[in-house]
Nanobody, 114 residues
Framework: QVQLVESGGGLVQAGGSLRLSCAAS????????MAWYRQAPGKQRDLVAG???????NYADSVRGRFTISRENAKNTVYLQMNSLKPEDTAVYYC????????WGQGTQVTVSS
């Protein structure tokens, strides 16, 4: 069973930066597209950014140009560099496969103050 462990969240002022990391166990990582998702209070979980096995990326319109997703297949790790953060980026951030699989990890909280 695959385990996903997110880290790197925190409290940051608007305009600041954070780098999220996600460590995945299991052999599926190297043969799967990965993604970051986020869920704000009272809202559904949305796709933020995705990356293919070969590194092709795509982003939600709301984060394009500010966030960068990357992966290190040798370390079974995917990253999300978040710059120019806005209060509306406040959410719990999760990594998962693309499309996502159960179980989800615990996520990491990102809070952006104005």
């Amino acid at each position: 069973q695959v385990q996903l462990v997110e880290s790197g969240g925190g409290l940051v002022q608007a305009g600041g930066s954070l780098r999220l990391s996600c460590a995945a166990s299991g052999s599926a990582f190297g043969i799967s597209a990965m993604a970051w998702y986020r869920q704000a209070p009272g809202k559904q979980r949305d796709l933020v950014a995705g990356i293919s096995i070969r590194g092709t990326t795509n982003y939600a319109d709301s984060v394009r140009g500010r966030f960068t997703i990357s992966r290190e297949n040798a370390k079974n790790t995917v990253y999300l560099q978040m710059n120019s953060l806005k209060p509306e980026d406040t959410a719990v951030y999760y990594c998962n496969f693309l499309p996502p699989m159960r179980p989800w990890g615990q996520g990491t909280q990102v809070t952006v103050s104005s």
